[in-house]
Nanobody, 123 residues
Framework: QVQLVESGGGLVQPGGSLRLSCAKS????????VGWYRQVPGKARELVAT???????TYVDSLKGRFTISRDNAKNTVYLQMNLLKPEDTAVYYC?????????????????WGQGTQVNVSS
């Protein structure tokens, strides 16, 4: 079984930065795209960014320029660098892994999900 574990969340002041990590254990046999999602209680989980195995990326337009997704395949880890954080960025952030290697993956096609890491942006 493949497991994804998020880390790096916490409390940060508005304007601050955090780097989230998504570490993979186990094995995915096909090339994989990873997505970062976030969710606020009472609202649907929303896509933040995606990255293919080869490093191609997409972002939600409203977050482009503040958030950067990257990966270190040698460490089996995907990162989400979050800068200029705003209170509305407060959410639980999840990473999701796919057996596909396309730039865009429908949410239901992600086969592996982490447990999430809490990000609180507050003064």
């Amino acid at each position: 079984q493949v497991q994804l574990v998020e880390s790096g969340g916490g409390l940060v002041q508005p304007g601050g930065s955090l780097r989230l990590s998504c570490a993979k254990s186990g094995r995915i046999f096909r090339a994989w795209t990873v997505g970062w999602y976030r969710q606020v209680p009472g609202k649907a989980r929303e896509l933040v960014a995606t990255i293919t195995n080869g490093g191609l990326t997409t972002y939600v337009d409203s977050l482009k320029g503040r958030f950067t997704i990257s990966r270190d395949n040698a460490k089996n880890t995907v990162y989400l660098q979050m800068n200029l954080l705003k209170p509305e960025d407060t959410a639980v952030y999840y990473c999701a892994g796919s057996n596909l290697n396309t730039l865009v993956v429908r949410t239901s096609a992600y086969a592996y999900w982490g447990q999430g890491t809490q990000v609180n942006v507050s003064s």
